[in-house]
T-cell receptor, first 111, second 113 residues
Framework: EDQVTQSPEALRLQEGESSSLNCSYT??????LFWYRQDPGKGPEFLFT???AGEEKEKERLKATLTKKESFLHITAPKPEDSATYLC????????????FGTGTSLTVIP | SAVISQKPSRDICQRGTSLTIQCQVD?????MFWYRQQPGQSLTLIAT?????????ESGFVIDKFPISRPNLTFSTLTVSNMSPEDSSIYLC??????????FGPGTRLLVL
């Protein structure tokens, strides 16, 4: 069965304290892995798409990496405005455009 | 990317009634989807809205409960029928644009009393 697991569930960081969020997946065939940011009361905001192991994408303080079993979202020197829930989703080969979402990591950055 | 709007943004409804949620996109898109996000949980796909044909529902979701329309390539509606408190959730519309990335609308917060 296809599965997506995110860890930790919640993370509290001091401003400037770098860390990583994890997304582990077990799927029959990965078509793409997606990272989203979701603020309270809003829809998910697209961040990155990764397609193959070894691929990396960067945007400001965020960097996403992909291996054959997991993806990491690295946050360098976070600021309070980076506080949000970060969602990982995978698209599986042969399922059209269906996404399987993880349960997310709630990040709080303390000034 | 695509700009997606949803109406209403929130509503409070009585059990047994129905609510129709609208999703409007600023450009023509091939794929449109409806998701549910229950409190404290992640997103669950309800169905794929197909233009010109019946929606494709995921396991656990049926057309009688969640009828969907998609009259053209920029608009879709989701109706939550015969509501109960368990239907209280955020309902999200998404579209697949370039290279299959999905973009989401702002969501509709529904509370059923």
């Amino acid at each position: 069965e296809d599965q997506v697991t995110q860890s930790p569930e919640a993370l509290r960081l001091q401003e400037g304290e770098s860390s990583s969020l994890n997304c582990s997946y077990t799927v029959s065939g990965l078509r793409g892995l997606f990272w989203y940011r979701q603020d309270p009361g809003k829809g998910p905001e697209f961040l990155f798409t990764l397609y193959s192991a070894g691929e990396e994408k960067e945007k400001e303080r965020l960097k996403a990496t992909l291996t054959k079993k997991e993806s990491f979202l690295h946050i360098t020197a976070p600021k309070p405005e980076d506080s949000a829930t970060y969602l990982c989703a995978v698209q599986v080969s042969g399922t059209g455009n269906q996404f399987y979402f993880g349960t997310g990591t709630s990040l709080t950055v303390i000034p | 990317s695509a700009v997606i709007s949803q109406k209403p943004s929130r509503d409070i409804c009585q059990r047994g009634t129905s609510l129709t949620i609208q999703c409007q996109v600023d450009s023509q898109v091939t794929m449109m989807f409806w998701y549910r996000q229950q409190p404290g949980q992640s997103l669950t796909l309800i169905a794929t809205a197909n233009q010109g044909s019946e929606a494709t529902y995921e396991s656990g979701f049926v057309i009688d409960k969640f009828p969907i329309s998609r009259p053209n390539l920029t608009f879709s509606t989701l109706t939550v029928s015969n509501m109960s408190p368990e239907d209280s959730s955020i309902y999200l519309c998404s579209v697949a644009v370039w290279k299959e990335t999905q973009y989401f609308g702002p969501g509709t917060r529904l509370l059923v009393l």
